[in-house]
């Protein structure tokens, strides 16, 4: 049985409980796990809380710190393929793109590791005479990370490696579903060195474990990545001690599309932006719109394309899409659809479950187009987190940039054009927190990400992805200190 590691040490639950870990593409039972709850969350944040306040890690040289986060790239690069075979098993998704998010991943803790040295605070110009006036950074203390089930070690990295380079504690919660690859990472923490405390991992059900942590007084900063409902009731708790807040929630991402871009990529991309992992992406470029004059000539290509998507077993070297992550998950793909269906979208292609027999025991859905879309429906609205692509068309520049930003989110958006001007005019007015010019989904541990909108607050990776786990003090010195004799 998998446990948890609490103040350096490898527990089960206080109750006892546990959970069993299901393959959504067979529903083999694939591991148990330990079923934490409030009080092995309390446990967790009271050892975080000690190994802050001790500065058991915070007051090591930064450069100290950063080794350890190397070490700890180091480590995940060579247990990768084991990392990505877990991941894949406990997600579905393929272990081809499970290989590249370990690679990311690497990446990211490399990237945060060679910043935890580089920040030498600021000198301000002090309009007060005979003072110095400079800024530096701190860590921020405890912090409670929630995160998913669709990307569950690369969206943990993008939370453990900042608030490590930064010399803060921790307690991750990562998804009930998906913890098979933070409980190894932990191992891989524990084995660089990382002292006790300083990462706790609470495995457990987000009413529980997750809402302990976005109340409990001792957390000073909670960094949640799931959906906008979950993140609205963090943010409420976050408010019970007015801790630092960071929300990385969903996406309805559109893709435009003008008639003068070269009509292959901007197929095969349209189909990159929703199917990859089963359109289980927050910034999947679920919302196709296409300028008119080519709309029934890119769906019929695209069409003809998305009936060849060959499904099966992440294991397996010739599936393009794995399952979706649980039967519940499915429901409420299926639900979206025929909901779709009701409001006037036409199933162009899929729109049902395959009837292949091997597929029967997994949580799959066909790559689905629907058509006839338009803007005020609860499918072009809603994310549905499927393998599900909606069009919508559009005749001008300004009609399609007003389609593009009536959302209540604002994650990401592609433009898909030659005309390199329309595009800058567009992305300029598109209100997302990344927009792409000619391509889709692309994220690296340089640039920052993170929505506009109800898809969240703050913002992961590049600088921001440290200062978010930093808080800045203003030092001011008076240099010739004598009374003022104002009273
Ligand atoms: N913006 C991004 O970068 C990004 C990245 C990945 C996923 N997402 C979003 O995540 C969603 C899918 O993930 P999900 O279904 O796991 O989301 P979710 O909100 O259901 O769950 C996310 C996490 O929150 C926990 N949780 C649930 N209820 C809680 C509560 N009351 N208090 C504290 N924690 C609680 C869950 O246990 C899980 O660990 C989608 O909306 C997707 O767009 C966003
Ligand atoms: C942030 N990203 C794109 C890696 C995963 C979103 O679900």
């Known amino acids: 049985m998998k446990k948890m590691f609490i103040n350096g040490e490898w527990v089960e639950a206080t109750s006892g409980d546990t959970r069993e870990i299901i393959n959504p593409y ?57 990392l990505a075979e877990l991941e894949s098993l406990d997600t579905g998704k393929t272990v081809e793109e499970s290989r590249g998010d370990m690679d990311d991943i690497a990446g990211v803790f490399r990237y945060f590791a060679e910043m935890a040295d580089k920040d030498g605070g600021e000198i301000i110009e002090s309009p007060i005479p005979n003072s110095t006036s400079r800024v530096v950074h701190e860590p921020v203390g405890v912090c409670g990370q929630i995160t998913p089930w669709n990307y569950p070690l690369l969206q943990a990295s993008w939370k453990l490696a900042p608030a490590l380079a930064a010399g803060n504690t921790l307690v991750m919660k990562p998804s009930e579903i998906t913890p098979l690859t933070s409980i190894k990472v932990f191992e891989l923490m524990e084995e660089a060195g990382v002292p006790a405390g300083v990462v706790n991992l609470v495995l457990g059900p987000g009413n529980s ?57 901007a197929v095969d991309q349209a189909m990159n932006a929703v199917f ?34 060959k499904l099966g077993s ?17 429901n409420k793909v299926i639900n979206y659809v025929e909901n779709g269906k009701q409001e006037g979208a036409t199933v162009a292609v899929g729109g049902r479950r395959p009837e292949d027999p091997e597929l029967q025991n997994g949580f799959f859905y066909l790559p689905t187009v629907l ?33 593009a930003n009536d959302s209540i989110y604002g994650l990401s958006g592609g433009v898909f054009t030659n005309d390199i001007a329309k595009a800058e005019r567009c992305v300029a007015k598109m209100r997302m927190g990344t927009v792409w010019i000619n391509d889709v989904n692309l994220y690296f541990p340089q640039a920052p990400w993170g929505g506009y909108k109800q898809s969240g607050i703050g913002r992961e990776l590049g600088k921001t992805g440290l200062e978010e786990y930093q808080e800045t003090k203003h030092i001011f010195r008076n240099l010739k200190p004598e009374p003022v004799n104002w009273f």
């Open 314 to 330: 992440g294991f397996d070297e010739s599936t393009q899409m794995g399952p979706l992550i649980s039967g519940d998950h499915l």
């Open 371 to 403: 058509t006839d879309c338009t803007t005020d429906m609860g499918v072009v609205q809603d994310e549905g987190f499927g393998p599900v692509i909606t069009v919508e068309k559009f005749t001008t520049e300004e009609e399609a940039v007003r389609l």
């Open 209 to 265: 474990v997750g809402a302990e942590l976005s109340v409990n007084d001792d957390v000073d900063l909670i960094s949640f990545t799931g959906g906008i409902e979950t993140g609205k009731r963090i943010m409420q708790a976050a408010s019970s001690n007015v801790k630092n807040l960071a929300l990385e929630l969903g996406g309805k991402n559109p893709n435009i599309v003008f008639a003068d871009a070269d009509f292959e990529t």
């Open 276 to 309: 990859f992992h089963a359109g289980q992406i927050c910034s999947a470029g679920t919302r196709l719109l296409v300028e008119e004059s080519i709309h029934d000539d890119f769906v019929e290509a695209l069409v003809n394309r998305v009936k060849t998507i």
């Open 26 to 82: 067979n529903q083999a039972v694939i591991a148990t796990v330990s079923e934490g709850d409030k009080q092995d969350a309390k446990n967790a944040i009271a050892a975080a809380r000690e190994a802050f306040d001790n500065k058991e890690w915070a007051a090591i040289p930064a450069a100290e710190r950063g080794k350890v986060v190397h070490e700890i790239a180091r480590l995940i690069e060579r247990d990768r393929e084991e």
